[in-house]
């Protein structure tokens, strides 16, 4: 671990002045970016091969292909088995590089067009998975923040700190708009919190030492309602800091280790780019800062 240098503003951008923009916009150090990119490039990676690695399987049937809206309005055709494997090697090969940081602008861009035509693929046969929202979002705006390297942990961006504050707000929109389908769907929100969706859960894929709660609905039942309250309140993380915020964090990454435990159902997309809360220039050893020599 290093120690944070005094931060100084990166020559090429101005300090924003006005207060919504210096939260919107909050200058953050550039190695933070560097980390998080590694962080992000490296686990598309691993959801390409496992988590939504269907789409060359897709291509043996693209009679059901059911395209999303945006995929319509672009005029995105079904993907062939050749098309899949290409998007693969292209999704692989640029990411390695963006992890890397070569050519970072170049290689961003093109994880990102590659990963969301990936993403269009592997949604668009009737399963939408939100917990991919961040992910992609992540995906688009790290190109835009030009070069980030380790060693620039005492150059602050509020370049890279729009990039950072979008991937922030997509991970709690991700848990914000799911309170909004849950109302949606049950028309009434206070039938989905007293009604048997955990119950169900459990017995469907829950783990054998979870079973015993089958036998405490009403623990259950106030665990869903636990779950609506914190998911109603997400984006009250945005504005936490320091300690509050990184109990927040750990708040979340153990509510999905719990889930993980239990169902089996592990959110990585989402929380993997619960990172771009925290301060990851601390991650860089300091013989690999620009004040690895003071």
């Known amino acids: 671990m290093s120690s944070i240098p005094t931060l ?6 101005a300090a924003p002045t006005n ?21 992000i490039y490296l686990f598309i990676i691993i959801d390409v091969l496992t988590i939504s690695g269907d789409v060359i399987a897709h291509g043996w049937t693209p009679e059901f292909y059911q395209p999303l809206w945006l995929a319509r309005f672009l005029h995105i055709p079904a993907v062939s088995v050749l098309g899949a494997q290409i998007l693969l090697t292209l999704i692989i090969v640029f990411s390695l590089l963006a992890a890397a940081g070569i050519l970072q602008r170049l290689s961003g861009w093109a994880v990102a067009l590659s990963f969301g035509a990936w ?19 992540a995906a688009f705006v790290l190109p835009t923040i030009g070069t980030a390297r380790f060693r620039d942990v005492g150059t602050a961006s509020a370049r890279a700190g729009w990039a950072l504050r979008m991937v922030q707000i997509s991970v709690v929109l991700t848990y914000f708009y799911s309170v909004l389908m849950k109302w949606i769907a049950s028309g009434n929100i206070t039938h989905w919190a007293n009604g048997a969706v955990i119950i169900w859960a459990l017995i469907r894929r ?3 030492w979870s079973k ?23 984006p009250v993380v945005l504005f936490l800091k320091r300690k509050w915020l990184y109990g927040a964090v750990a708040f979340f990454f153990l509510f999905h280790l719990m889930t993980y435990l239990t169902l089996g159902i592990h959110f990585l997309p989402t929380v993997i780019c619960w990172a771009a809360f925290l301060p990851l220039e601390k991650l860089v050893p300091k013989r690999f800062t620009s004040t690895g020599t003071d």
């Not at 207060?19 to 962080?39: D, G, S």
């Open 19 to 39: 207060p919504f923009l210096r939260w919107f916009m909050p200058e953050v150090p550039l190695a933070r970016v560097a980390v998080f990119r590694v962080f």
């Open 212 to 234: 015993p709660f089958l036998e405490m609905p009403g623990l259950l039942i106030a665990a869903q309602w636990a779950t609506l309250v914190f998911e109603f309140l997400s």
């Open 119 to 137: 993403m269009f693929y592997t949604q668009g046969y009737g399963y939408v998975a939100h917990d991919h929202m961040a992910l992609v979002i």
């Open 8 to 13: 100084r503003t990166s020559h090429t951008e």
């Open 206 to 208: 829950g783990a054998e």
